[in-house]
């Protein structure tokens, strides 16, 4: 950026500072920890549909904006069950990481980008590395009770939102075996060859191996071998196979994911189970796409009558914007999926173009319309800092306009090299870490801890 755009900025900045200090000082009470009221746009409010395309929309992030005030943590000490076995204090920073990731605030608006994929993470190696010590990759269920019952009271201690496993769809089951029988670490080293499975996963390119599929091949070999192996022992004992064999490859998948996590140290295994879990994510719009009735009734008539069309879409589009943070990549996908949708019920002009969409009017905004948050394609973390408070990487990358598919299809893989695709932002190229001051168009959002406590 240059030094012009760098210092209207840092003013913008100054004057939200200031805005949310007045604020604080004369309608807010102290609060330690992250629960809170909402900040609506009004111009997303002004352009509003007479009828909601949605029963109940979710709110708009609150303001984000420089603040270190109070820290989101509280001081509790949770009470476990002292039944769970996994050594939770070896993973004490990664459960940090997590508890921020997924804090009470955030956690709803990053729940399918950030917060989910790390929880799942931490479930992944915590099981894998308790196997050094039980030989077993599997909790039964009673287990598998205590220790996921034990990990929310300690995220939630924390600062963590306190309704994780239902927001996450973690239960249980998912800690155990499922129909995947070969939980032995011994038994799985003897039917998997483990040599290529951490040739192929001990280290991925971030970058490519969403495309190439390198260790994500292994993975599935290794999966597909340990069912085989569960559905020979079944037919020989004489015992009937309950579940389809996909459902059990998917099963050994995790046995497998916990294996990999037990040799890996556990920053490592994050890395990796994190960038595997993107891979998935970037491929589909996480978003949800109300009814489109009042869009379609006001672009009907088209180019013809261009501003109803236009507040149409700036309408129905406020709404997708109150329900999460999206990454780029998603954001094309989201992008496509409305444009195909819209296609098919025989609106064919690029309305995108016509009405000035782009990419980040599919992700939650920062505060403005003009500032949409796009995060990027590869894995991120939330980062809280008592001076510097809550920090995560945004992507506020300017004119990147969103696809109107040309075809009734949805366009084919960014995978395939000949499809050309909107330029993305850097953080897509896989620079894992970046000096975001003003470099790449790529900024730090900086959330105050306080904000939350506006009422």
Not at 184 to 209: H, W
Request: negative net charge.
């Amino acid at each position: 950026m240059g030094g012009g755009v760098a210092q209207r900025f840092n003013i913008y900045l100054l004057i939200v500072f200031l805005l949310l200090l007045c604020l604080h000082e004369s309608c807010c009470t102290p609060s330690n920890y992250l629960e809170g009221s909402v900040i609506m746009d009004i111009r997303a409010d002004a352009l509003l549909p007479e009828n909601s395309p949605t029963a109940a929309p979710l709110p708009l992030l609150p303001l984000l904006a420089p603040s270190p005030l109070t820290p989101f943590t509280n001081s509790t000490v949770p009470k476990l069950s002292g039944l769970c076995m996994l050594n939770f204090t070896a993973v004490g920073k990664m459960m940090s990481v997590t508890s921020t990731d997924c804090m009470a605030g955030f956690a709803p608006y990053l729940a399918n980008v950030v917060c989910c994929p790390q929880l799942e993470a931490i479930l992944v190696i915590l099981i894998g590395q308790s196997s050094k010590d039980t030989n077993t990759l599997a909790l039964n269920g009673k287990l598998a009770t205590h220790c996921l019952s034990d990990l929310e009271k300690i995220l939630v201690s924390q600062g963590a939102n306190d309704s994780l496993p239902s927001m996450c769809s973690i239960h249980p089951s998912n800690l155990t075996e499922g129909s995947c029988l070969v939980n032995d670490v011994s038994e799985f080293e003897s039917t998997v060859d483990t040599s290529n499975l951490l040739a192929a996963c001990g280290k991925i390119d971030a970058v490519n191996e969403c495309c190439e599929q390198v260790c994500q091949n292994a993975i599935s070999e290794a999966a597909k071998k340990l069912a085989q192996k569960v559905y020979d022992l079944l037919s020989l004992g004489g015992t009937q196979a309950l579940s389809d064999h996909s459902t059990r490859v998917g099963d050994c998948r995790s046995i497998v994911l916990r294996w990999l996590a037990s040799k890996l140290d556990p920053s490592h295994a994050k890395e990796i189970l994190r960038g595997l879990t993107n891979c998935k994510i970037n491929k589909v719009c996480p978003l949800d796409f109300p009814n489109l009735s009042h869009l379609i009734k006001g672009c009907s008539n088209g180019i013809s009558n261009q501003t109803a069309c236009c507040i149409a879409v700036n309408s129905y589009v406020s709404h997708l914007q109150r329900q999460s943070f999206v990454t780029n990549l998603q954001a094309l996908n989201c992008a496509a999926s409305l444009g195909l949708k819209l296609r098919k019920a025989n609106i064919s002009e690029n309305i995108y173009n016509m009405c000035d969409i782009g990419l980040k009017d599919f992700s939650l905004q920062a505060g403005t319309q003009e500032s949409g948050c796009l995060l990027p394609s590869l894995p991120s973390d939330v980062v809280f800092d008592q001076s510097a408070g809550v920090t995560f990487l945004c992507d506020l990358n300017d004119n990147i306009p969103a696809p109107w598919p040309s075809t009734s299809q949805l366009p084919a893989s960014s995978c395939n090299k000949t499809v050309k695709i909107p330029a993305l932002p850097a953080a897509a190229s896989g620079q894992s870490r970046l000096d975001i001051k003003y470099k790449d168009s790529l900024l730090l959002l900086v959330a105050s801890a306080a904000f939350i406590s506006l009422v």
